[in-house]
């Protein structure tokens, strides 16, 4: 076994080519055919020569939610995935967008133009969940939810008591580490149990799945523990870790190309000392972009329960609160302690390393490269209880002149604000609070000035003491240099949140205003320009049968100007319907968005008249689904039909007519094969006078295996994935046009308990640009283990 | 003779089904973790039978442990823990009702740990003195012939009592009761003075728990448990 590993590794370990830049571009659909309960998997390709992608993330929110929550997508080789939990929507729509970091430290987005405004909307087919069918619950007995035990005791047991009556414990499922073990595990008397030989050290994953005689999931759990051998027990040293290797082979227009990624993690802990470390290497490593290798280290002491110290190396990502810290990778060190109530963390390292620009002499062009950008933040806080934290934070980034010959204005910021969280009566009542100030030089690399100087540049300086005082704290602390580009004033930055759960009412208020002036260095994608307030009710009604969501919204952006700034007003409701008889679960939903500014059609001055705004989209939305069984094969059917009209007087030609169908098809057969068919129209029309119109015909089946216990304790899974997509586009100027996109995706999962995870998939794409056809090609494959 | 082929038909149809009803029993607990010599007695006049880890227990079984030995028990309602020392001799007894076991063990001699985390249902300790009410989490109940029984509480309350009174039992109290004629005393635990399941192997548990807020950040809680 230890020669075909080497050989597996060997296969793997294929030679590097590195491939010339290229600005990223991307496939990515939105998913359709996705029943509530089920996770959302968004999916995006890249396609790029030298794709250099970092921390690609889903911002999603439901709709009329007014915050977006986020998820990191993980990387398996160009292929970046997130799933999104749909169990608790009830309003049968997501809005989602996708950012990530480019290969020069710049922040790109999908949809490419105002993604928060305007996202992707994920429609989910309303049914019932699990926890909808059943009035009974799944008790755990043994082992408890991150229990450890050692190999020799594991006992796995979990009872149903008062609902063997609504379960066929012949179709139920126990898997241990996805591998079924249902055959040997005892299900009678309404108890669960599985007493295993002996299990492998490490984090073992259960999952119980309940069936009742319709073939239909009425109730699912899933829980971890952790399984040591008695030795390690005894020496008190606990480890656990994973290794993987990566590569693919891609040929995109022709061109063919070989990338590689290998790494792992190692964590554990001894006596009161806790440790982990990471490192992963790539092919794609190169000084013309922003690292893609990876090394991080922590330590963390543990003094009590409450109080530690620690230090972090390397690679991280620190997290204070959304309007100073989220999700910015940092290399460099970050060190702190927890005593009690008082709280101090220190960072101190760099969020871009510099990448030289370019000069052309024949024409004089030159193209900036990124300066290297240094940060410093500190953050002392205080807890009281479990139920208040108050915290301060002053963070400060620089540019570096110096890293690069070639480049633009060097910039620096200074961050300075405080954060309060409280919560309540068990969580019920949650508030949140944050105010920021920011100060920032847009032309760091300038000669120093005096603060008269920086008067004859801005007379609204003059006479202001406190911006004096401003001025010579900042050059007396060094935080921000004193050139020409320094603006003393603040921009102030908060943000309010409230959210109140009683009578089956989840009430969200928040109010924020984030100028479009306001730095913040330590989240990339934080948005900007915007003040107003949304208000958001969820209420469960008719014992969970029924969800209504109430919002509402009034915000303004491009705030910097009044000529310009926006008024959006968006109201809407959604109601969904899950009966607990066996009929259609139904979602109904509507919503209005208008937009508005001051300027008139006849405004002239300065061109105004283009940047005039007045419209108004309605959205109105049906789905539902219904289960029916035929013969064994418990089928779910979803229809989903939305259709938008957007008014626009400003701009006649923007007006739009937008129709979809979506209809599913998913099929789980008494053997482990799962099919999902689904057919998506969709046509819209452009312009008052529907002079432009796009149609878009999609086919997608889907085809997921599952065969248990081949060569032992293992689980394959293979999967194919086709798409046909046909799009007719009528433009008055250039008549019909018709292009296809067709993607044929296959691959497959083997498991083993004991030697981890081998993961193969195929990608083809086919499309036709201006009647030639287009053939992209992509083979990955993947080793991973735990232990 | 038809007539007593009839009768008797009837007799041997009437046993079979009564027969499973009077004897049918469901499992109210299941036994986790086994150590040494454990044997189950299923009736009183039943020959003892070994267990093992996972072995279902019914109503009116009973645990005999002996020496340097230790057994553990969940019930299935609930998930409470019943954990008995060396020596001891228990009678697990329940009935259930809806979706809970009103559960009641009866400790004839030895030691038992109990802990109760959802309570559903009743849950009472019996010894030839008195009767313990569990109303709280945690607390260990040690009976010996002819001293009597002692009560410790760990977390929570307990309600101990007899034909000549009642007590309340606190965390880090002891009650005692000498016979099923005198009343519970409770009065302040003396450090020392509480049994510990020694025959179990100490494990240094410790578990953790990783959670990842709805912005990536994951953070890891680590607990570590003295498992006795």
Sequence with gaps: MNLCRSILVFTLMISVNIAKANPSSFEHAVPTGIIRGEKAHIEVLSIDMNPSIHDMRVFYRELGEGNYKQVVMKQDGFIYSADINTTNTTTGQIEYYIAYEGRLGKIGTLPEVNPQLNPYILRIAPAKTPQQYADFEIVILSPMPDEVLTDDEVVIAASVLGGESQIDFTLSKLYIDEVDVSPIADFSGGIITYVPERLRMGRRNIKLQLFNNAGELIMEKEWGFRVITREVGVVGLNVNGSFFLDDRYQNIAESEDNFFRGGGHISGNLHNLDFYSRVQISSEETDEQQAVNRFTGELQYNITDRSNIYLHGGDYIPYYNPLVFQDKRIRGLQAGFALGFFTLDYILGQTYRGVEGSFNFSDTLQTNGTYSEDIMAIRPGFRFGDNVRWNLNLVNSKQDEHSIEYGGNVKEALIVGTDLSMNFDNRRILFEASIQASIKNSDAGGPEVDFQDLVEIDSSLADNSLAEQAFDLLKSTDFLSTTGGLNVHPSLAMQFDLQLRYLNNNLKLTYLNIPSEFESPGNPYLLKDISGFYLTDNIRLLRNQMFLNLFFKNYTNNLADDTYSTKNLEYGTTLSYFPFRNLPSLTLGYMKHTRDNAISGQDTAQYNYLYMEDNATQRFSVASSYNLRIKKISNTLSVNFSKYIRDDVANPEGQSDFNSLTVSLRSRFPFPLTTTLSYSQSGTAYGDTSETTTDIDKWNFRLDYRLSNLFGRDVLRPFINLSFQDIQSEFTSTGLTSTTRNNYSCGLAYQTSSYGIFTLRFDQINYTVADEEVTNRIINARYEIHF | ?228
């Design chain 2, 1 to 228: 003779m038809r007539t007593i082929k009839t009768i008797s038909a009837f007799i041997i149809i009437g046993a079979l089904t009564i027969g499973p009803i009077v004897h049918s029993a469901e499992t109210l607990a299941i036994i986790l973790k086994v150590k040494g010599s454990v044997s189950v007695y299923k009736t009183n006049t039943s020959s003892p039978e070994n267990v093992k880890r996972g072995y279902r227990l019914e109503e009116g079984y009973k645990l005999v442990t002996g020496d340097k030995s230790f057994v553990a028990l969940r019930f299935i309602d609930d998930a409470s823990l019943v954990r008995i020392g060396a020596n001891s001799t228990c009678t697990i007894q329940g009935k259930k009702e809806n979706n809970q076991i009103f559960k009641n063990i009866m400790v004839e001699a030895g030691t038992i740990f109990t802990r109760i985390t959802n309570q559903k249902g009743q849950f009472q300790v019996a010894t030839p003195t008195s009767v313990a009410s569990v109303k709280g989490t945690e607390f260990i109940t040690d009976h010996q012939e002819p001293q009597g029984t002692y009560y410790y509480g760990e977390e929570g309350v307990l309600e101990i009592s007899n034909d000549a009174g009642t007590a309340t039992l606190n965390a880090g109290e002891t009650a005692y009761v000498a016979s099923e004629n005198t009343a519970p005393v409770v009065r302040k635990t003396i450090e020392g003075e509480k049994p510990t399941l020694e025959d179990i192997d100490e494990i240094e548990d410790e578990f953790e728990f990783e959670f990842e807020n709805e912005n990536g950040q994951k953070k890891t809680l680590k607990f570590k448990v003295i498992k006795k």
